[in-house]
């Protein structure tokens, strides 16, 4: 079983409707999560940053981890096609630990 | 903000070469990661820093070296370039401490031809 498991897409939506995208975790030390959105040709950059269970919300972007399920959620509400891009979990156990385990990625295209 | 920059956005380079690749930092941050990324293979780490003349191998170290004389750049070197080596190489510092999260630059895109 891989240590982080995202479903690659690709995801197509309409202006303006809710996503949901996730990602599964087997790791049970991962306390730290994150998301990043990456544009095509582009570096990663950093949505959100949720330490251990519960929710985040940043405008139109929610962050969600469910310790005990080992799963975590980004909800975008009102998607824009400025959205379209491919977005990647990402976790760490905190500490000492540096290293980031990354979701392999899930495309997002938002058509207007 | 972070600002993470990379020497280049594209390069070409031989079988054979030796290639340098450079990343730097202007947040003082503790620790440096060069990455490559593959289609269908998502994020690989090869190597990272923790702080100035330390490094560790990440999960796929062969073929390639680095080196990390002042804090601020992390320098990742192909000694001899293979086309296997043909990918996009990401570059990222954390502050270190009790931060995770990690900061990106541009990437660049090699060929290896």
């Known amino acids: 079983q891989k240590e982080v498991e995202q479903d690659p897409g690709p995801l197509s939506v309409p202006e303006g409707a809710i996503v949901s995208l996730n990602c599964t975790y087997s790791?049970?030390?991962?306390?730290?999560f994150m998301w990043y959105r990456q544009y095509s040709r582009k570096g990663p950059e950093l949505l959100m940053y949720?330490?251990?269970?519960g929710n985040k919300e940043d405008g139109r972007f929610t962050a969600q981890v469910d310790k005990s399920s080992k799963y975590i959620s980004l909800f975008i509400r009102d998607s824009q096609p400025s959205d379209s891009a491919t977005y990647l979990c990402?976790?760490?156990?905190?500490?000492?630990?540096?290293?980031?385990?990354f979701g392999k990625g899930t495309l997002l295209t938002v058509n207007p | 903000d972070v600002k993470v920059t990379q020497s280049s956005r594209y390069l070409v380079k031989r079988t054979g070469e030796k290639v340098f690749l450079e990343c730097v930092q202007d947040?003082?941050?503790?620790?440096m990661f060069w990455y490559r990324q593959d289609p269908g293979l998502g994020l690989r780490l090869i190597y990272f820093?923790?702080?100035?003349?330390?490094?560790e191998k990440g999960d796929i170290p062969e073929g390639y070296s680095v080196s990390r004389e002042k804090k601020e750049r992390f320098s990742l070197i192909l000694e001899s370039a293979s086309t296997n080596q043909t990918s996009m190489y990401l570059c990222?510092?954390?502050?270190?401490?009790?931060?995770?999260?990690?900061?990106f630059g541009p990437g660049t895109r090699l060929t290896v031809l």
């Open positions: 949720t330490y251990s269970s």
């Open positions: 990402a976790m760490s156990g905190g500490g000492s630990n540096y290293k980031l385990t």
């Open positions: 790791n049970s030390a991962f306390q730290y």
């Open positions: 820093s923790y702080d100035v003349k330390m490094k």
């Open positions: 990222a510092s954390r502050s270190g401490g009790v931060y995770n999260e990690q900061f």
């Open positions: 947040m003082d941050h503790e620790n």
